[in-house]
């Protein structure tokens, strides 16, 4: 831990340690105040993308005075931790930000924290723009409960099997994906999540051709035929909602599939096919199962 001499020495007035910030994802004028004060006093600025950070700085006024402005990012990290753990246990204050929106969502500064963290060095965060949140708003879906999965895999066999984990998880979820790839990613999810799954393809939020398309799974992969997109995406996906059934036809559904399936692998199907709780499912199973 720095000393209380050190961190006397931060020169803008702030304690020795990590200060995370947020940045904007398009209009510059979302980040934070709190954020321009921190660029503006720590030690030592570091940056997923210096040119980013650089060119952030000059639109809202904060020379950068000769500080170090340091480039972390997934390609130098194991190099750049230590020369960023020794500013701090020198009493240095130490910024990063990533190149748009809340750091370690689907950025690299993950093991940065935890590098400060295991340190014992203090570690803060300043709230501010986040692509994800942004996008859930807009969604118009359910925000009670909702998981951010990231970017999905490149291959479509990897894609499908992955997908498939979230099929039945009971929240709103959440996907990054490029221009390149999102007919695809679409074509996907229609088939994992079924065509009336609703959903919302967010684009190039907060900038000036900011657009996002509601709709069923399949009516929004059909408009990408017809009118295919640019920019930065975020999917937002509805979460399975419970087929109302009855004790008889859940019967019947489990019958039809233990036929040709084990115990577990029926509950799985089933449970997939009505969004009804695994328990219910299960105990239901077990009862015909006895029966034979």
């Not at 929004?220 to 017809?226: A, F, T, V």
Request: aromatic share 6%; proline share 5%; hydrophobic share 45%.
């Amino acid at each position: 831990m720095p000393s209380a001499e050190a961190q006397a020495r931060s020169k803008g007035g702030l304690a020795a340690g990590l200060y995370f910030i947020a940045t904007p994802i398009g209009a510059a004028r979302d980040i934070t105040l709190r954020a321009l004060d921190l660029l503006r006093t720590a030690d030592v600025l570091a940056a997923e993308d210096t040119r980013s950070l650089r060119h952030l700085m000059e639109i809202h006024g904060v020379p950068l005075a000769g500080r170090p402005l340091l480039a972390y990012h997934d390609h130098n990290g194991a190099a750049m931790r230590p020369k960023i753990l020794r500013a701090i246990e020198d009493g240095r204050s130490v910024v990063y930000a990533s190149e748009a929106g809340t750091p370690l969502v689907a950025d690299p500064g993950y093991q940065l924290a935890r590098a400060v963290i295991e340190a014992g060095f203090a570690l803060h965060s300043a709230p501010g723009p986040s692509a994800v949140l942004t996008a859930l708003t807009l969604s118009g879906l359910p925000s009670d409960r909702f998981l951010f999965a990231g970017f999905a895999p490149n291959t479509r066999g990897a894609r499908l099997n992955w997908l498939s984990e979230f099929k039945t998880v009971p929240a709103t979820l959440v996907f990054y994906e490029s221009p390149k790839r999102i007919r695809e990613m679409l074509r996907d999810c229609v088939q994992t999540f079924g065509e009336e799954r609703q959903a919302a393809l967010c684009r190039e939020l907060t900038k000036r051709f900011e657009e996002v398309r509601r709709g069923s799974l399949s009516e929004i992969s059909e408009s990408l035929e017809e009118t295919p997109v640019k920019g930065e995406i975020v999917l937002v996906i509805d979460r399975a909602h419970a087929v109302e059934i009855g004790a008889e036809e859940l019967e019947e559904r489990l019958r039809e599939v233990m036929a040709q399936a084990s115990l577990r692998d029926a509950v799985d199907e089933v449970v997939a096919q009505t969004g009804l709780p695994r328990r219910k499912v299960y105990q239901a199973a077990l009862a015909l199962e006895k029966e034979k």
